[in-house]
C-alpha cells in the first residue's frame, strides 16, 4: 500500500516508519550510549544510523554509560530508559561482581516528541537486596496511567549484605506513574536459574513473552517464548525454545514488534558470539505458533554492532520528525 508522506508532523496521521534505540558493539571506544536508527521509509527491513552515526543521548550519571534501551510510548509523553552499567572503559570488576553489586538504578530520559529529550536522571528500582537492574522494559496502561517496569535482578538475603552467597536472575516488576516513585518490586519470573532480557507484547487479549534462559544448564531453554493472559499471570506457558540456537552459540536480548503494513511479527535476537556483535532477523505469520524464519542478508540491513534495544513503531509525522532532526 503506497502512502503520501509529508514531513510535517501535523499532516501525517497514519502509521509509518520505525525508530530502533539501541547501543552499539564498540570493545574499544565508547559505544554504551544511546544511538536512534530509523528505517528507510517504512520498511523494518533497512536502516539508516542517524545523527551521522554518533550518539543521540549520553549519561554521566552513576556507572557513565548505558546498555539495553527501552523507549515506552506513554499518554502523550515517551520515556526512555536503560541500565546503568559500563563495561568498557569502566570499573574493572567483572560479570559476575556486577551481578553483585551493580547499580540498582535505571537511567531515564523524558520526552514529548523523539527529538528533544529531558536531562536524564537515575531511578532507584531494584530493593536493596538486588546485586543489580538490568535490560528494564516498560508496558503503559491505559486504562490506570501507569507503567508497569520490569528488570532482571540477582536477589540476595537480607543478612547477606554484600551479596556474597550465590544467587541467580529473577525477573522484577513495579509499578510507576513517572519514573520517578515506584511501588516496592515483586517477582515477575523465577525459574530457580538465572533469567534475563524479557521483553513482551500483548496480541488479541494475551501476553506473549520472549526471555532470555542464562542458567548455563545442558538443557537450557536459551531464548525462549511464553504465552500468558497478563503480565503478572501465573498461567504462562512455553510455546517455543532455543530460538536461533541453529544459527549461532550465543544470542541474547530479544526485541520484538509488528510491521503495520504487512502484519508479520518481527523478532530480532542480539548473537554475542562473533564479532561485531549484533542483531539476527526472524518473521513470522503466526505469533501464537512460534515459528521464526531467519532473513537472508539480501533480504534486511542494519548497521553492525547494533545491540540490544528496542524498535518503537511510528505514526503521527514521527518519523519525518526524527529525519528532520537526526538524518
Known sequence: MNREYAADPEQATTPYGYLLVHFIDDPVGH?????????????????????????????RLGTTGVRDPYLVR???????????????????????????????????????????????????VAPPTAGMAWAPEA??????????VYWSSHLYSEDDPN???????RVLVSETEDFREF???????????????????????????????DGNLPDSDKVFQEVGSGILADDFTVVTTRIADDLFDDVEGPLIFRDHESGKWHLW?????LSPQGYIPLVSDDLAAGDWTPLGAD??????????????PLRDGEWGRLAAAYL
Do not use: C
Open 31 to 59: 559505544g554504551e550510549r544511546i544511538y536512534f536508527s530509523l528505517s528507510d521509509g517504512d520498511t523494518p527491513l533497512r536502516w539508516t544510523r542517524m545523527n551521522h552515526g554518533e550518539p543521540v543521548l549520553e549519561s
Open 74 to 124: 506513554g499518554d502523550g509523553e515517551f520515556y526512555l530508559l536503560a541500565t546503568d552499567l559500563r563495561v568498557v572503559g569502566g570499573d574493572d570488576l567483572g560479570w559476575p561482581e556486577w551481578t553483585r553489586v551493580g547499580s540498582r538504578n535505571l537511567v531515564v530520559w523524558r520526552s514529548d516528541d523523539l527529538v528533544e529529550w529531558s536531562e536524564p536522571w537515575l531511578a532507584e
Open 139 to 148: 508496558s503503559f496502561d491505559a486504562t490506570t496511567g501507569r507503567f508497569q
Open 163 to 169: 551479596h556474597r552467597a550465590d544467587s541467580y536472575s
Open 183 to 213: 511501588s516496592a518490586s515483586t517477582i515477575m519470573i523465577d525459574r530457580g536459574h538465572s533469567v534475563i532480557d524479557t521483553t513482551l507484547v500483548r496480541h488479541q487479549g494475551r501476553v506473549y513473552r520472549f526471555s532470555k534462559d
Open 269 to 273: 535476537v542480539d548473537q554475542y558470539s
Open 299 to 312: 533480504e534486511f540491513s542494519l548497521p553492525a554492532g547494533t545491540k540490544h534495544g528496542v524498535v518503537l
